[in-house]
């Protein structure tokens, strides 16, 4: 048993075991601790006894048993009678795996109204997607010691407020739904662009991304920004499995073999479009609309950038955000070409949002490189090795510095 397999295990079923604990017991804290005693437990004993058949059904028995067991030996102490109340005799494991719905009731606990929308965000992806808080302080673009204040402060207020564990009625779901779709396309944009780690993807979160845009479908059948996103996801995922090569390397959009994206994603995504689009138009709207774009190209040339660039001029007009105008620099690029994306790149230099990461250095880059500068190319590549946290987008980088300064080397002087 290495460490990687308990590392996947982890980041595959702490979630779900979580939200089945929670539903069970009532007491996100006390659920928490039970999952984390339960992974401990099998970093003790799976090295002997093995990968269980179903390590997901283990975990949440284990965890399901930690707590029960801790709720017992409290009620004893005589102040914990109604917990005690509540006990029941442990199920076997076919009736605590799996909980289909456990997951989407403790997103919409973590996106109760009381807690503030970062804390909704951030509790979110710690709590149902199971990422450490130096990762989603990398998605969200904030430093890790305000994602770690904002985690704390959301348990303690769910905790404190005495916020319950359950779908909310049909007309208290409005008011959550915005937080609860960005979520899961916070989920999903993990598993597509993992942020940290040795692989390029997490497939196992954009099976669950794509697993909540659909239940949240079925759950709110009129709104139609979950059929937006649902689209949006199955647009990006159609592609998923050419975004890396043999190697685990990187492949960019236009150097991908279309002929083995997902058609049957690309369809469901198309259909998911149409009804969104008769439901009403929204931001997820405008970014899946751009993604059709895309997805539906029979090639890279025959992209319709004028409506890739409208779409994101729609996207702006439902609130700023310095990435949505870092992508529109990169569509306006390949329309107008490499100069006027760069004349919207730079307008962003001093957005502090964008430069934590590595990704504004590495879009300057390319379209530096794109307009036959490589020397500044390469400095720009530098600064994005120096800021990526993942391994594949690393390599791809140091990739495309080795090509701009070949391209140095044999540029004429003069």
């Not at 001029?313 to 070409?337: K, Q, T, W």
Request: include cysteine.
């Amino acid at each position: 048993m290495d460490g990687d397999t308990l590392s996947r295990v982890f980041r595959e079923e702490s979630g779900r075991a979580l939200a089945t604990v929670a539903r069970m017991v009532g007491d996100l804290a006390l659920a928490e601790d039970a999952v984390q005693e339960a992974f401990a437990e099998a970093i003790r004993s799976w090295p002997d006894s093995g990968l269980p058949n179903n390590p997901g059904a283990w975990i949440t028995t284990v965890a399901r048993n930690r707590a029960l067991d801790r709720l017992r030996r409290e009620s004893l102490r005589g102040d914990k009678e109604h917990d005690a109340a509540r006990l029941v005799p442990p199920p076997d494991v076919a009736e605590v795996w799996p909980v289909r719905d456990d997951q989407l009731r403790l997103m919409f606990t973590c996106c109760h109204p009381a807690l503030s929308p970062e804390s909704q965000v951030a509790l979110t992806l710690r709590l149902v997607a199971g990422l450490r808080p130096a990762e989603i302080a990398r998605m969200l673009l904030a430093p890790e010691p305000t994602v770690s204040q904002r985690l704390t402060r959301a348990k303690s207020k769910i905790r404190t407020a005495g916020i319950p564990f359950r779908v909310p009625p049909d007309h208290l779901l409005p008011e959550r739904t915005p937080q609860v779709l960005a979520c899961i396309y916070l989920v999903f944009t993990e598993g597509y662009s993992a942020t940290s780690g040795d692989t390029a993807i997490r497939d196992e979160l954009c099976e669950e991304g794509l697993r909540l845009g659909r239940l949240l479908c079925e759950l709110m059948p009129d709104e139609g920004e979950a059929w937006a996103l649902t689209a949006l996801m199955l647009f990006h995922d159609s592609r998923r499995s050419q975004r890396t090569d043999d190697a685990g390397d990187l492949v960019p959009l236009e150097d991908q073999d279309r002929g083995r994206w997902d058609g049957a994603k690309i369809a469901e995504g198309v259909v998911c479009l149409r009804a969104a689009r008769r439901r009403g138009g929204g931001p997820y709207g405008a970014q899946a609309t751009i993604a059709a774009a895309h997805a539906t190209a029979p090639n890279w040339a025959a992209t319709d950038w004028d409506a890739v660039v409208a779409g994101y001029d729609e996207l702006a007009a439902y609130g700023d955000s310095p990435m949505v105008r870092l992508n529109r620099a990169v569509a306006v690029s390949f329309r107008d070409g490499p100069d006027a994306g760069l004349a919207e790149v730079d307008a962003l230099a001093g957005e502090p949002r964008l430069t934590r990461t590595h990704t504004l250095h590495a879009t300057r880059a390319d379209l530096l490189r794109g307009a036959g500068r490589p020397a500044e190319a390469s400095v720009e590549y530098r600064a994005a090795i120096g800021l990526a946290a993942n391994e594949p987008t690393r390599r791809f980088l140091a990739r495309r510095l080795a090509e701009a300064d070949g391209a140095r080397q044999i540029r004429p002087r003069g």
